[in-house]
Nanobody
């Protein structure tokens, strides 16, 4: 399993960022994939997940309505569109093959600050 995240950066509150994850080494198109994050000094937190059909999605309450998870099975890519960012979204974001961060890559840093 290889997962490589990209697209992080610094944003002001209310702005948007789009994360991407390139997957290889496993059957991506048949796999449930999720985004998890880790804020400074805190543990891993599940953010959103998407099933292989690309239609069935799940979100933690604090991001529902602001974040959108999607996938492109032809490209083995996972995405996270993050709108209306808040300071509490600041974290290192990972894609993962489950909700616990298994197989996660190096992560991409998202910093939300005014």
């Amino acid at each position: 399993v290889q997962l490589v995240e990209s697209g992080g950066g610094t944003a002001q509150p209310g702005e948007a960022l789009r994360l991407s994850c390139a997957a290889s080494g496993f059957n991506f198109r048949d796999s449930y994939i999720s985004w998890v994050r880790q804020a400074p000094g805190k543990g891993l937190q599940w953010v959103a997940g998407i099933f292989r059909d690309g239609e069935t999605t799940l979100y933690r309450t604090s991001v529902e309505g602001r974040f959108t998870i999607s996938r492109d099975n032809a490209k083995n890519r996972l995405y996270l569109q993050m709108n209306s960012l808040k300071s509490e979204d600041t974290a290192l974001y990972y894609c993962s093959t489950d909700d616990r961060g298994t197989g996660r890559g190096p992560g991409t840093q998202v910093t939300v600050a005014s």
